[in-house]
């Protein structure tokens, strides 16, 4: 399930309040930090924790959900791909079809053509970078080993770890773990993790999923995709397909993404002249005009709520 739209569903039907609860039971961390989410929106309210648990926590909590999830909860994936295939995505059946094909055809060649960054031969590039950014923070963790396997992990905000690793005689075949549950969900050492690899000396880059490694993204591409054209294609005989009956709609088409808003806060004007709020300059009651014919003239017109910023211009150079 997308935690995105979960979280907007909650915004329309109980109000933006619960946004946050929402979220603080879909991102814990922990068993301790999930159960004391749940707990508080039971106690605050009731019908909010119905309708999240009968969702399902296992299809959208991290610390409920059964696989590993890379990361994500949202579809965002999905939505970059729409956002990929915009000029496309709007044409019939056939060319669209034909375009998504053509734009495979580039990407899968344009993947080919990728060099690993320097300093790397293993991963590739996007994990590499990943695993850099975590090593530099790793580098001020405190390690504590309780064996071989089990480490106790303290980071420099004083947050404490318990990691998991397999035995060096096992590490192609099994998979560590940490209490973090990020070990878990990428297939590839946390931070956490890797401040313990680095405590063994061992090589960081055995500890990661397959699917990381540069070979396989090769081997995932290497297979260039042939160049068809659809020029001169024949219906076939009692075939019936045809492109969808499309009624245009009013308005300007809606290409991208709208976001919903559920706000119903109201902007409030202040007058130049008075910084008083419900009315603005064209209308202040306390405008300083010294003739008192254009006085009278501006009041009745202020009464009636027609006066104008031009008219009130005249009568003061004219005055």
């Known amino acids: 399930m997308c ?25 814990a961390g922990s ?33 409920r959900f059964p696989r590993p999830r890379f990361g994500h909860d949202t579809s965002n994936i999905v939505e970059s791909t729409n956002s990929a295939w915009r000029d496309i995505r709007e044409l019939p059946p056939l060319q669209l079809l034909n375009g998504i094909y053509q734009w495979c055809l580039t990407t899968w060649y344009q993947r080919l053509q990728l060099r690993l960054v320097p300093g790397n031969s293993i991963l590739s590039n996007a994990a590499y970078r990943g695993y850099k950014h975590r090593e530099s923070a790793a580098r001020g963790f405190q390690v504590l080993p309780s064996s071989d396997t089990t480490f106790l992990v303290t980071t420099t905000q004083a947050a404490q770890y318990i990691v998991s690793l397999p035995p060096i ?79 245009a709609k009013r308005g300007r088409p809606k290409i991208a993404r709208v976001r919903a808003n559920y706000s119903t806060k109201k902007c409030i004007y202040k007058c130049s002249v008075c910084l008083q709020s419900g009315h603005n300059r064209r209308i202040c009651p306390n405008q300083p005009i010294e003739h008192g014919r254009a006085q009278r003239a501006r009041d009745r017109l202020v009464a009636e709520g027609k006066y104008s910023l031009f008219l009130y211009i005249c009568h003061f150079y004219l005055q």
Request: proline fraction near 5%; hydrophobic fraction near 35%.
């Open 3 to 27: 935690c995105q739209h979960i979280a907007e569903n909650i915004h329309k039907k109980f109000g933006v309040q619960y946004k946050a609860p929402f979220w603080q039971i879909a991102r």
């Open 31 to 63: 068993e301790q930090a999930f159960d004391t989410a749940v707990q508080a929106l039971q106690r605050d309210a009731l019908q909010v924790e119905e309708y999240i648990s009968s969702i399902g926590y296992e299809n959208f909590a991290f610390i």
């Open 169 to 247: 005689t096992e590490v192609d075949r099994l998979q560590g773990s940490c209490s973090c549950r990020k070990y878990d969900d990428f297939s590839a050492p946390c931070s956490h993790a890797i401040a313990c690899i680095l405590y063994l000396s061992r090589d960081p880059f055995q500890h990661f999923s397959r699917r990381y490694k540069w070979d396989i993204s090769l081997r995932t591409y290497k297979d260039p995709i042939q160049p068809v054209l659809i020029q001169g294609l024949q219906v076939l005989a009692g075939d019936s397909i045809r492109p969808p009956v499309k009624k």
